[in-house]
């Protein structure tokens, strides 16, 4: 049996292991996109000094990775990304992309504020007001939207300085978890949305009335709290559902 089995870093962190825990920073970076297939990872040196942890401690966390078909690590050159799929989300096995490597995606930021949940069919949260991202991931060739993702984190003080600041290193998921929001669980739901909005269609450079998947995730904490609640409206094209189980 692989030793690394059961060291799924896209589950519950409660108690898992110091390698485990960088593990999962680490595969964020490269399911969102800062890292991309063929990149290097930083060095050994450098992820000793980023988690200040022994150079041991990385090195295991470098096998889970490369467990996980994420990485490669050439001995005397360093560690390289090897997975070339798009995912919405830092979550193992939930929606990659289905389009070859070739197609090059960007994101661009359509909004970072303060305020109400403003999406419809939203579940009731405590909450009234937000920090609001909506983002947009598109075609660099065309400018075609290829997804549409707002996500809603119920507002705290500490955000303030993240309206004229910007996202962590450019990553929501990075900024939740410098603020101590970590994911314990949650539910997801996936559904067809019939035709895409007039209003929608503008954002994303596509026909309005075309038929798109909606994805829907709602993210709590340890005790229960909510942390995001995400909308995500995606080219069924490009995108497709795989659950590991």
């Not at 089995?5 to 999962?24: F, Y």
């Not at 096995?93 to 504020?113: C, K, N, Q």
């Amino acid at each position: 049996m692989n030793r690394f089995e059961h060291d799924d870093t896209g589950m519950d962190l409660i108690g898992a292991s110091k390698p485990v825990r960088i593990a999962h920073t680490l595969e964020a970076d490269i399911r969102s996109g800062m890292l991309n297939r063929g990149d290097p990872l930083a060095s050994e040196s450098a992820l000793v000094k980023r988690f200040s942890v022994s150079r041991n401690t990385i090195r295991k966390s470098l096998e889970i990775l490369s467990s996980k078909g994420l990485i490669t690590t050439k001995s005397g050159i360093g560690s390289f990304v090897t997975f070339d799929g798009k995912t919405i989300d830092d979550r193992s096995g939930w929606s990659v992309a289905l389009a070859s490597g070739d197609i090059r995606l960007e994101t661009r930021v359509l909004a970072l504020a303060r305020g109400p949940i403003g999406i419809s069919d939203a579940p009731t949260l405590d909450s009234s007001e937000f920090l609001v991202v909506d983002r947009l991931r598109f075609r660099a060739e065309d400018g075609e939207g290829v997804s549409l993702e707002r996500s809603r984190v119920p507002w705290q003080d500490t955000f303030v300085g993240v309206l004229d600041e910007g996202l962590e290193a450019g990553s929501l998921t990075e900024l939740l978890r410098s603020k101590g929001l970590i994911v314990a669980g949650g539910d997801e739901w996936a559904g067809v949305l019939p035709a895409l909005s007039d209003a929608d269609a503008r954002l994303m450079q596509r026909r309005a009335g075309e038929p798109m998947l909606r994805l829907r995730r709602l993210t709590r904490g340890a005790d229960g709290s909510v942390i995001e609640f995400v909308e995500s409206i995606l080219d069924p094209v490009m995108f497709g559902l795989h659950m590991e189980f």
